[in-house]
């Protein structure tokens, strides 16, 4: 391995995590690596470009929930890195892993910028628990600019999320829905 790939394994490495700012530049070395299908986080298996497999969702998996940041919520940072690796992931390998992952990571930071209380990521990423167990069902408190946000984003992604696009219509009301899953494109709250 040489030394610079050695610095970048060393720079994303979840021990080395020690706040949200080098989480979400881990999680932009994760994306470089689905891009180019090579890197830190690809050495010694096959990794194809532009494809997020287990092993890159296990990444952000183990990124997202490291110590240093567990007890904190998901920043707007972070969820931009994610929002950058669903675009950039045009191929899904990982069983649909990374697509739970990315909504709940949404979610998680929507509450929270929102004031709402919000569990442990280690809690609120896991795949054994499900959204609806602690994400806002109602728009009752949720902050109007972090939507307008998710909107932004959700419309300049080239890959839908369902389940992101069923928990925001859910915030923003069901009238919302038919059109959020006819033309995801035209999906505004406003802005």
Not at 32 to 38: A, L, Q, S, Y
Not at 129 to 153: F, K, M
Not at 176 to 189: N, W
């Amino acid at each position: 391995m040489t030394a610079v790939a050695t610095a970048d394994l060393i720079g994303i490495d979840p021990l080395n995590v020690s706040d949200r700012y080098t989480a979400a530049q881990a999680l932009g070395v994760v994306r470089d690596g689905i891009i180019t299908g090579e890197g830190p986080t690809t050495g010694g298996r096959v990794h194809f470009s532009r494809t997020i497999d287990a092993a890159d969702t296990a990444w952000c998996m183990r990124i997202l929930t490291a110590s240093a940041v567990d007890n904190q919520p998901i920043s707007r940072a972070e969820a931009e890195a994610l929002f950058e690796i669903n675009d950039a992931a045009a191929e899904r390998v990982d069983g649909g892993r990374f697509d739970d992952l990315f909504a709940k990571a949404v979610a998680h930071h929507a509450a929270a910028a929102s004031g709402l209380p919000v569990p442990a990521r280690s809690v609120a990423l896991s795949p054994d628990v499900a959204i609806e167990s602690w994400a806002p069902t109602q728009a009752v408190g949720v902050n109007t600019e972090v939507l307008e946000w998710i909107s932004r984003q959700m419309r300049s992604t080239r890959r839908s999320n369902h389940t992101l696009m069923r928990l925001v219509a859910t915030l923003v009301g069901v009238a919302t829905l038919p059109l959020i899953t006819q033309v995801p494109q035209i999906f505004d709250l406003g802005v």
